[in-house]
């Protein structure tokens, strides 16, 4: 059987997942962005002036990026550091823009489930979707959304193509983020529901980055 890579690079169209007619630009949260070491994010006010006033000039851009990124920003959150092993390593794509942006689905699916993960650093409000595609059953995670993005969702309720799903969360309901959609495919899922790790030690980078293929196969940015 193909690996889900092959399957979603083959596959020839997704629909827009975000549809905000702004020119996309890649931001860099590793330690080689040396001005981002330079200020101190630990307040999310702050933080969020510095992604939408400087590296997004003035909110004139739609930020995106952060696959297989071994960020520094996670250093500042107990969720990610609290633990044998920090994790650092981003296994999903980030898409930094305003609060409320609506969130579609790239294609048809389900509901697999949904959570509100209240911690600080964390997904906040959490929906993941199941699809199909030549045979291989697998999912899509979107993190950091609006409370009432959950309104009225149930386990196997149908999704269609470019139907919207949700909106993007303001901080500090969103887990404390500048507002931004964290988008992730994973190829098998388990047990989680409502739920998966979205950052990785680097210890377990190969293992996850495995699971967890590039989301840029789907959204063609």
């Not at 901080?171 to 388990?190: A, T, Y």
């Amino acid at each position: 059987m193909k690996i889900l890579a092959e399957i979603l690079r083959e596959h020839p169209r997704f629909e827009k997942i975000i549809s905000s007619p702004k020119p996309y630009r890649k931001l860099d949260f590793s330690e080689s962005n040396k001005d981002l070491l330079a200020q101190d994010l630990t307040e999310t006010a702050v933080f969020s002036d510095y992604v939408f006033e400087v590296m997004l000039s003035k909110n004139e851009y739609i930020g995106i990026g952060g696959y297989d990124e071994n960020r520094v920003i996670y250093r500042q959150r107990d969720h990610f550091t609290n633990q044998e092993n920090p994790r650092s390593v981003h296994l999903g794509v980030d898409i930094w823009t305003e609060a409320g942006e609506a969130v579609y689905a790239p294609l048809i699916g389900t509901v697999h489930s949904f959570a509100f993960n209240n911690n600080f650093g964390d997904y906040g409000p959490t929906i993941i979707l199941k699809h199909e595609l030549g045979g291989f059953e697998f999912y899509t995670l979107y993190g950091h959304l609006s409370l009432e993005s959950l309104d009225g969702l149930y386990k196997g309720k149908p999704v269609n193509a470019g139907e919207k799903i949700a909106s993007i969360g303001n901080f500090p309901e969103n887990g404390d983020w500048p507002p931004h959609l964290h988008f992730q495919v994973i190829s098998e899922i388990g047990e989680y529901k409502g739920d998966f790790p979205g950052v990785s030690s680097l210890e377990k980078r190969e293992y996850f980055l495995e699971l967890c293929p590039d989301p840029n196969l789907i959204l063609r940015v």
